[in-house]
């Protein structure tokens, strides 16, 4: 009876919330507190005991928002920096109109070598390389080069003379030499010229050399070749556009037009009468003495540093 009405009396003393300072009144009723408080710090640890009592007394408020910040709506670059006049505008169209003008005939060039017609297509991007130029020209000229130009025309570089070009050597070559060997290399055409651009964007740039053969000088080549015909045999032809394709991601310095154009009249004089001789034996002649001159210039700059 009297462990029954001591229990009783500890039931009681716990529902109407006495404090601990009450019930160390009475000795018999301060030992079970004492005995069975610290069993749970005993069987789970006190930090796990600390953190759950915490946790319990932690408000949670369902009117509170998100953390993580909302992202605000990005900023629109203008394509044309500086004055935005109609005449500008205008300018800047019609330099776009050249690159698209590229883009669009590497496009036809392609088409046509698929139904067969080599030297119309070659003749195509021919006049990819001319639209090429004339938008960079026209950029500085008119003022309105940008950020946004720069990569208008690397990208229709890339479609014109990285996919077109060897697409465009590739159905001239078939029948002549074997298919896995024209496939490979108008691929490395295509791959080399990529790596290529993508280096040209992220260089510094050099007013005086080109670092490797340029895509569009390249492009050139091919599609100069096709059209004339050169009258060489097929695995040469293989040869010479793989190591086209690496002479475009290579390290050797290359002459860039301007300074071609300062050369001496009477450098001009002899491929203008071998053109009149025999334009497919002077065209291939130009072509390797720029192609070697990477290489030498390379070692000339070598031995003076």
Known sequence: MRRSSSLARQVLLVRVGRRDGDLHGGSDLSMPEHRY???????????????AEVASIVPV??????????????????LLPGERTLARRMKFAVVNACTLSSLMLGMLAIFLAMQGEVRVAA???IACVVFDGLDGALARRFGVASPFGAQMDSLADMCSFGLAAPVVVYASLAGSVSTPAAAVACALV?????????RFNVSPKDGRFFCGVPTTMAAAVLALTVAIGLP???IVLVAGVALLAFAMVSSFPYAKLARLVKLPPWLWLAPVIGALIDIRLTFALIVVGYLVSGPVLWLRQRRTA
């Open 232 to 234: 060489v045999p097929g």
């Open 61 to 78: 408020s369902p009117a509170l928002g998100p953390t993580t910040p909302v992202d605000e709506p990005a900023m629109s670059i203008p």
């Open 123 to 125: 003749l195509c991007l």
């Open 190 to 198: 295509a791959a080399c010229a990529a790596i290529r651009l993508a």
């Open 37 to 51: 408080a610290d069993r749970p710090r005993r069987r789970y640890g006190l930090p796990r005991v600390e953190r």
